[in-house]
């Protein structure tokens, strides 16, 4: 689910019209943000017999090209604050290109690792951030439906790239497959043009103004500054020094706020997150090489992948409708939590699949279980945080994520090659899922307890304040009125008629 609707926008988004465009240029950046690092392994086997390399070393492109995704969304949102959506995203879109057509040239792992891992990594992180800020800009009331349709982008790339990368490798090796995927993902560059720029820019007025009033001070010497000066532009004056010391403060705690580390939810919730990315990525990666190494031919093994990103494309919408239902929302971490255990059984009764049958199921309950977490990773996060520390949080979290998404599939590679089957990398990934469904499940219990004991708890105090506050309000209205009564001296007795003659009687021969 998107985030709550920003009213604090200098303008009203048209809700539509070159919006649409806009959501279509998401959709393919998107969707080559999530889908490729995980598409790529279809070549991975053959990559593996060229170089002579083993599981753990070639599981590192794809972890290496994930990290490099993740860790790189702070990044690229500073860029986008300063630079816009449009210029960030065709960069991207040309880096993706440029480092894909370089390891068509590659003569070592280590140079695919730099060239597919880190270079076209950066360039998908810098496709991804700016596609979902610009969907804020453009849409308010029918976002969530924007953000629903330019996220189907993943599981659609992902069914249509398998195939195609097989038929890429059958007809052009993996080499010339490369330098047309290359080709292909500066697509991106004509998605990024879509991002037309909308609104007004935030602080160009400031700035010239403040320049413009030290100009005329220099200008004009021999005249008093308060003289030539207006009362605003004297505070302005007087205030830069002090906001320029505080401008690299101000725009790093912007993105990452280091205060979120204190609140509870917040660290639950990255605990849990850690701990299941050690076992996400890694049976995705290793889909299609298991089902060659039981014999199964290419095709079919790349098949798995469009099976299961079909299932994902239908499963993230309907997790976020039952997700929204006023039975789930109000406890949806419980939600969340029993889906990355589902995921991990998932993985657990995967060696039980000897036959490409058992794969087809394999990967359909996969394919459930990955698009239930995926719809839920960040709208869980949010409902923890609130809105207005989203961004901030959602820095951090990808940081310190991008490591254990870097080791899950070396990790994973690295037990194939020790035991010589991929059931053990099946039951590691399952496991760690499985512990990390069961950690979010019990630390959730125990937040929602907390929570609720202080709520309990403010509530009583609000109750205890307004109380004191009544009785404080009667004492200071009674020691008012006391005081009053004594000023005012004693009470002054009404006349009688004998005292009102005299008093007339004085007043007329005053007046006389």
């Given at each position: 689910?998107?985030?709550?609707?920003?009213?604090?926008?200098?303008?009203?988004?048209?809700?539509?019209?070159?919006?649409?465009?806009?959501?279509?240029?998401?959709?393919?950046?998107?969707?080559?943000?999530?889908?490729?690092?995980?598409?790529?392994?279809?070549?991975?086997?053959?990559?593996?017999?060229?170089?002579?390399?083993?599981?753990?070393?070639?599981?590192?492109?794809?972890?290496?090209?994930?990290?490099?995704?993740?860790?790189?969304?702070?990044?690229?949102?500073?860029?986008?604050?300063?630079?816009?959506?449009?210029?960030?995203?065709?960069?991207?879109?040309?880096?993706?290109?440029?480092?894909?057509?370089?390891?068509?040239?590659?003569?070592?792992?280590?140079?695919?690792?730099?060239?597919?891992?880190?270079?076209?990594?950066?360039?998908?992180?810098?496709?991804?951030?700016?596609?979902?800020?610009?969907?804020?800009?453009?849409?308010?009331?029918?976002?969530?439906?924007?953000?629903?349709?330019?996220?189907?982008?993943?599981?659609?790339?992902?069914?249509?790239?398998?195939?195609?990368?097989?038929?890429?490798?059958?007809?052009?090796?993996?080499?010339?497959?490369?330098?047309?995927?290359?080709?292909?993902?500066?697509?991106?560059?004509?998605?990024?043009?879509?991002?037309?720029?909308?609104?007004?820019?935030?602080?160009?007025?400031?700035?010239?103004?403040i320049k413009q009033a030290e100009?005329?001070?220099?200008?004009?010497p021999n005249k008093s500054s308060?003289?030539?000066?207006?009362?605003?532009?004297?505070?302005?004056?007087?205030?830069?020094?002090?906001?320029?010391?505080?401008?690299?403060?101000?725009?790093?705690?912007?993105?990452?706020?280091?205060?979120?580390?204190?609140?509870?939810?917040?660290?639950?919730?990255?605990?849990?997150?850690?701990?299941?990315?050690?076992?996400?990525?890694?049976?995705?990666?290793?889909?299609?090489?298991?089902?060659?190494?039981?014999?199964?031919?290419?095709?079919?093994?790349?098949?798995?992948?469009?099976?299961?990103?079909?299932?994902?494309?239908?499963?993230?919408?309907?997790?976020?409708?039952?997700?929204?239902?006023?039975?789930?929302?109000?406890?949806?971490?419980?939600?969340?939590?029993?889906?990355?255990?589902?995921?991990?059984?998932?993985?657990?009764?995967?060696?039980?699949?000897?036959?490409?049958?058992?794969?087809?199921?394999?990967?359909?309950?996969?394919?459930?279980?990955?698009?239930?977490?995926?719809?839920?990773?960040?709208?869980?996060?949010?409902?923890?945080?609130?809105?207005?520390?989203?961004?901030?949080?959602?820095?951090?979290?990808?940081?310190?994520?991008?490591?254990?998404?870097?080791?899950?599939?070396?990790?994973?590679?690295?037990?194939?090659?020790?035991?010589?089957?991929?059931?053990?990398?099946?039951?590691?990934?399952?496991?760690?899922?499985?512990?990390?469904?069961?950690?979010?499940?019990?630390?959730?219990?125990?937040?929602?307890?907390?929570?609720?004991?202080?709520?309990?708890?403010?509530?009583?105090?609000?109750?205890?304040?307004?109380?004191?506050?009544?009785?404080?309000?009667?004492?200071?209205?009674?020691?008012?009125?006391?005081?009053?009564?004594?000023?005012?001296?004693?009470?002054?007795?009404?006349?009688?008629?004998?005292?009102?003659?005299?008093?007339?009687?004085?007043?007329?021969?005053?007046?006389?």
């Open positions: 689910m998107s985030p709550p609707a920003n009213t604090h926008l200098a303008y009203t988004p048209p809700d539509g019209g070159w919006g649409w465009a806009v959501v279509f240029g998401a959709f393919i950046s998107i969707g080559f943000s999530y889908a490729f690092p995980k598409a790529i392994a279809i070549f991975f086997k053959e990559i593996q017999d060229f170089f002579g390399t083993s599981y753990s070393e070639i599981a590192w492109v794809s972890s290496i090209m994930l990290a490099t995704t993740y860790g790189g969304g702070p990044i690229s949102s500073i860029l986008v604050n300063r630079f816009g959506s449009r210029p960030v995203v065709i960069f991207g879109g040309l880096l993706c290109g440029i480092g894909m057509i370089s390891a068509a040239f590659c003569t070592s792992i280590l140079q695919l690792y730099i060239c597919v891992g880190v270079v076209s990594g950066f360039g998908l992180a810098l496709n991804l951030q700016p596609s979902v800020i610009i969907i804020g800009k453009y849409f308010l009331k029918r976002r969530p439906i924007a953000n629903g349709l330019a996220m189907a982008g993943s599981p659609v790339m992902l069914s249509t790239l398998a195939p195609l990368n097989q038929f890429l490798f059958d007809n052009f090796g993996w080499r010339g497959s490369f330098f047309i995927l290359g080709a292909i993902l500066l697509n991106c560059c004509v998605a990024g043009a879509l991002f037309r720029p909308i609104g007004m820019a935030a602080d160009p007025v400031r700035k010239p103004t100009k005329t001070v220099k200008e004009q308060v003289e030539m000066l207006s009362p605003k532009t004297v505070s302005l004056l007087s205030g830069t020094e002090d906001e320029e010391d505080k401008d690299c403060c101000e725009k790093f705690n912007k993105y990452l706020d280091f205060s979120l580390f204190k609140h509870r939810g917040f660290l639950i919730y990255l605990i849990g997150n850690v701990l299941m990315f050690l076992g996400f990525f890694a049976p995705i990666v290793f889909l299609a090489p298991y089902a060659k190494h039981l014999g199964i031919d290419e095709y079919s093994a790349a098949f798995l992948l469009s099976i299961l990103a079909i299932v994902d494309m239908i499963a993230r919408p309907t997790t976020g409708i039952i997700a929204n239902s006023k039975w789930v929302r109000p406890k949806i971490q419980y939600f969340f939590s029993f889906s990355i255990a589902f995921n991990g059984a998932c993985h657990l009764l995967c060696p039980l699949a000897t036959g490409y049958t058992g794969l087809v199921i394999y990967s359909v309950f996969f394919g459930l279980a990955f698009g239930m977490v995926c719809a839920m990773l960040f709208e869980t996060l949010m409902d923890l945080v609130g809105a207005a520390r989203f961004t901030s949080a959602v820095g951090l979290v990808t940081i310190v994520e991008c490591c254990t998404i870097l080791l899950g599939p070396p990790i994973g590679g690295t037990l194939i090659d020790t035991f010589g089957d991929y059931k053990y990398m099946f039951i590691k990934c399952g496991a760690v899922m499985v512990l990390a469904g069961t950690f979010l499940f019990i630390m959730n219990y125990y937040n929602y307890r907390m929570l609720a004991k202080e709520e309990r708890e403010r509530k009583a105090t609000e109750e205890t304040m307004k109380d004191n506050k009544h009785i404080r309000t009667e004492t200071e209205d009674g020691n008012i009125w006391a005081k009053e009564k004594m000023q005012d001296g004693p009470e002054v007795e009404p006349l009688t008629d004998e005292k009102e003659g005299l008093k007339k009687e004085v007043n007329g021969k005053s007046e006389v």
